[in-house]
Structure formats: C-alpha cells, structure tokens
RNA sequence: GUCCCCUUCGUCUAGUGGUUAGGACGCCAGAUUUUCAUUCUGGAAACAGGGGUUCGACUCCCCUAGGGGAUGCCA
C-alpha cells in the first residue's frame, strides 16, 4: 500500500457538516411549510372582532411558519347564508390586511364529497339512518332534563332495524358515537381536556335533504384542504371532541387543536349585535387604521413580556400558541384609540392624507380635489401629532379647506376681541411685507409683533388661530401659516376685521 | 339541569415555589408649551374566598363563589 496520508478524522467532520447543513435547513424548511392554518366564518353575517382575531392568529401563525392560510366560506345552512356576508367577509378581510392563499373554499360547492363520506361511514356501520321526528327530539330533551342527565338525541335508531322504517320519512344520518369511555381533545391552549364520551350523543351528519351539517363537513374539508392546525374561538372546544370521534371513524389523523378565549363587550358579557359586536368595517369607519387593530387584537390574549406596541412584522416573527392566554378578554375602546393615535402619528403623511381626504369631504360637503390633498399632506406633520383617529385627523384638518370667511366657533368669537381684532390687522400688514414666507420667517414677524407690542406670545397666538382655524385648537400657529401660505393667511386675518 | 373552561390593579397582561408582584391603557398630580395634543416625571390601583401540600405559595392540589362556553336537521 503507498503512503496514504492519515485521515483528519475531525476535519472531515466538519466538511461533513457542512455538506449536511444544507440539507438541514432545507427540510426544517420543509417542516415548517408544512403548516396550512384556516379561517371558516360562515356567511350569516360580517366579520366581527371576535372572528377577525381568529382570523389574524390562523394568518399570523400561518406566515410564521411559511406556511399557508386558507379561508373557507361555510356556506351549508342555506337558509341564513347570504352574499353580502360573504362580501362583508372578504372585505373586512382584506382591510385588516389578512390575505389568504389560494381561492376561497365555499363548503357548499364540495357537498358530494360530503355526502360521499357520510354513506361511507353509513356502509361502515359507523353511522345509521335516524327517523325521528322533530317533537320525538323534543321530548328527548326534556325528558334528559328532568332526569339530570346529559341531553340530547338517545339513540333510538342507533341499532334498530332499518325494515322498521316509516314510510314517506326522509332520514337524517347520524354518527355513531362511542358510548363507553371518554374522548381527549389535546389543545394547544387549553390542555388536555377530557370529555366523557356519554356526554356526546349521536349528532347529525347529514340532513333529511341530504346536504351536510358543519359537524360534517369541517372535518371533511379540514382534511381535504390539508389543514394542519385548527386555531378557532373556545365556543368550538365540545365539538372537537365529536370531530375526534369522527376522524378516528374515517382513520384521519386530526389537526392540532387550539381554541382561544372569546372577546367579550366591555360589561364583561358575552359580545352581541347590543354592544360592541361590530363588523370591521364599523371599526374602519370609526376611523381605526388597521395595523392599529391588528396590534390591539394581537395584544388581546396573546403576549410577548411586556411588549406592547409590536408591528405586523414583529409579529409574525414571535407569534406562537403557546402565550395564548387562557382567559376570555374584554374589549378595550381606549386602549385601542390609544394605540390608533400612535400608529397614526408614526404613519406617513399622504397614506393618512389619502384617508383623510374622503372623510373631510363627506363632512365638509365639499368637492376636494388635487390642491386640497397636497394642502392636507402638507400640514399631516402637524395634525397627526394629535389625532387618535382617522376621523379627528379630518376635523382638525378641516379649516384647511374651510370657505372664507371662515366660521367661528364660540371660543373663537370670543378670543376676538376688538382689540385683539386691532393688533391682529397690525400683524397682517407687518407679514404682508415679508419677502418670503414659511413657518420661520412668519415666526419671527409674529414674536417681534409680540415683543412690540409688549404681549406674551399667547396673547397674540390664540387671536391667530381663532382667525386662521376658526377654533382654538390647532397645530402650532405658525405651521398653520406656512401651511395656509400668504394669501390665505392674511385674508383670513383680515376678514376679521368686518 | 348536565358537561367543559376560566379567575393577578377598573381594563389588557407579565409572572411557571423565595419578586418592594412588573408593564400598558385609563385615572390623579406636576414639568414642558402659542392652544390642544404629544413628551417627560411622580402617584393611587390587583393575586376572588376558604382549606391543604411545603421551611416557604400569585405560582401545586381540593372545595366554594363568580364569570363564560357547549348542550340545533346553526356554524
């Protein structure tokens, strides 16, 4: 044998590694992609908060992963289904920036699927044709009341002979529900919780009329769609519990279960058309930017230490299940508009000029075009350092826009005075000699007026605004100038005189 | 009724056996200021109650109370 040279054991190693790294990353990537969240709203009406959490945590939980967020339209009860909910839900959707991948998937459309599985479970003896009438249900139900036991449907035609049929009865399918033992629902959340399998009856899966029930179809699709994690509001925790027992039936691995608390309306009840169950759109109307409600909605039972103000971006890089609280939240209106107010004096100034310029016209009644917008972006500086929604950001740019001679408010009247009319006039003809006019210069001329005249700066500064805004509150008084420009400014000083 | 879940300042929350129980909103006081707002400083404000376990419980267990959810041929 020649003189081979010794292996450098450690140095291949390392080359080893290296080669492998790669391959590493490339399938935790894999893994990690693997992750298909959804949200199911069912049209019966818009997107309300509740449903726009569960939403934004599928979709943060989703992208944290890069993984994909699916949206499901669960259509089935044709009766209350409508397609203004529908487009209530993609609306509000997209305003609160959640998009989805894919086309949305309406349940209604994949019905045959549904029934296919039903008649399977149905050939597999894991389900029965039941023939009950609605009265019969009825009185199931009281009758398990008066005797303290768990309600429901008691099996009647779990085991009887379909021979014994009646005639001219369409029959509902329903599933064949263990009755012995008990039924773990392993959540993300909520632990491990156990649910004794006596405490769940034999649910329908399938309608007189043939079309599927949710209990049905969710898992159906949920499978189908490759959904790997099920995040959905706490109200939903017993009937995971059923859909266990059904994806055992079909031999289906369930998805990972993670309910999260519900909102609540500020009295601590439980949120309703009454109070605070408002569509997004309300909150968009309300004049909530939606970064800011994502932010408000992320903080409602999800944490991150003591962070409070966490961007789109941050949150997707920490969200996780696991600082989900355990505990129902109520709606905060002032610590949303607090957060609202920071995020609108962070904005840029002609995204929030772009909002405001609709608002202000409906207000004003006024036809606002190009000019108005480069004048309200031009004093954005100024105005979003104190506004807390997109609505008081359009009532405090108002007297941009205002008609000469401006309106005044009763504080303004009086601020007015004949004297302080006088000096403002004085004021007038001093910058009307200014050789160029912007905050600075206009500043000076204003100070050296006040100094002249021997005044506090205040007692000159309250009059101009009052002239200048018709109110008393404003931006500082002389961006208010440098906004408003020469013309304007000194005609609306001047009309005070009349 | 039955089953399941929850319980830290008014509200949202941090806290995983030893902390002066922290932060944020709101509230109060003060500072800054041409108004308002912002900003800054300070303050009041909480472990639902009762039993255990432990040298030691906000933290673990049990009970009670309160709250919520489910109990549909709704989702």
């Given amino acids: 044998m020649p003189n081979t040279p010794p292996i450098e054991y450690k140095r291949l190693g390392q080359t080893l590694a290296r080669r492998i790294k790669p391959l590493i990353e490339f399938l935790a990537k894999k893994i990690a992609m693997s992750v298909v969240t959804r949200f199911a709203p069912s049209p019966t009406g818009f997107l309300h908060i509740g449903g726009a959490r ?8 989703a992208r944290r992963h890069n993984g994909k967020f699916l949206l499901r339209i669960e259509d089935t009860d044709r009766e209350r289904s409508t397609d203004e909910a529908i487009e ?10 959640l998009d989805w991948d894919g086309d949305p998937v309406f349940q209604f459309s994949r019905r045959d699927r ?14 029965y044709k039941c023939y009950a009438s609605k009265e019969e249900l009825e009185e199931m139900r009281a009758k398990a009341r008066e005797e303290k036991r768990a309600p429901g449907y008691d099996g009647r035609w779990r085991d ?3 021979s014994e049929a009646p005639e001219g009865v369409d029959p509902v399918i329903r599933f064949k529900s263990p009755n ?29 009329d043939g079309t599927p029930t949710y209990m049905l179809s969710v898992i159906v699709d949920d499978h189908d769609m490759g959904v790997t994690d099920i995040i959905r509001g706490d109200d939903h925790l017993t009937n995971a519990a059923r859909q266990i027992q059904v994806y055992e039936a079909l031999g289906w691995t369930a998805p990972r279960m993670c309910h999260i608390p519900l909102i609540h309306g500020p009295d601590g009840a439980k949120l309703s058309k009454r109070h605070g169950a408002l569509g997004v759109e309300a ?35 920490w969200f996780n299940l696991e600082n989900i609280g355990k505990s129902a939240a109520r709606f905060d209106f002032d610590k949303l508009e607090n957060l609202n107010g920071i995020y609108i004096r962070e904005a840029d100034d002609k995204y929030l000029s772009d909002l405001v310029l609709p608002v202000l016209a409906e207000k004003t009644g006024q036809d606002l075009g190009a000019d108005e917008a480069a004048l309200i972006e031009k004093a954005m500086y100024g105005l979003k350092e104190r506004a807390k929604s997109v609505i008081s950001l359009a009532e405090s740019a108002r007297f941009l826009v205002a008609p000469r001679p401006l309106e005044m408010d009763e504080k303004a009247k009086k601020l007015l005075s004949e004297d302080a009319v006088m000096l403002l006039q004085k004021l007038a003809d001093r910058l009307d000699d200014l050789a160029e006019w912007n905050a600075e210069t206009v500043e000076a001329v204003v100070r050296e007026t006040a100094e002249a005249e021997d005044l506090k700066l205040g007692k000159i500064a309250q009059p101009l ?6 109110t008393t509150v404003s931006p500082g008084i002389f961006d208010v100038l440098g906004v408003l420009g020469r013309e304007e400014s000194i005609g609306r000083i001047r009309d005070t005189a009349e």
């Fill in 283 to 317: 909150y968009k109307d309300m004049g909530y930017l939606p970064e800011a409600m994502r932010n408000y909605l992320l903080r409602l039972g999800w944490s991150h230490g003591d962070d409070e103000i966490i961007s789109t971006e941050q949150a997707i890089e």
């Fill in 114 to 127: 549904h029934k296919e599985i039903a008649e399977e479970l149905l050939a597999a003896g894991k389900a």
């Fill in 88 to 97: 209530a839900i993609l609306k509000g959707m997209e305003w609160m920036g």
């Fill in 465 to 470: 605004r009052a002239a200048l805004t018709g």
């Fill in 54 to 61: 569960t939403a934004l945590f599928n979709w943060l939980y």
């Fill in 180 to 208: 012995e033992g008990a039924t773990v629902i392993h959540d993300a959340v909520q632990g491990d919780v156990t649910i004794k399998n006596e405490q769940l009856d034999d649910f329908i899966i399938l309608r007189a």
């Fill in 160 to 162: 009887r002979d379909p």
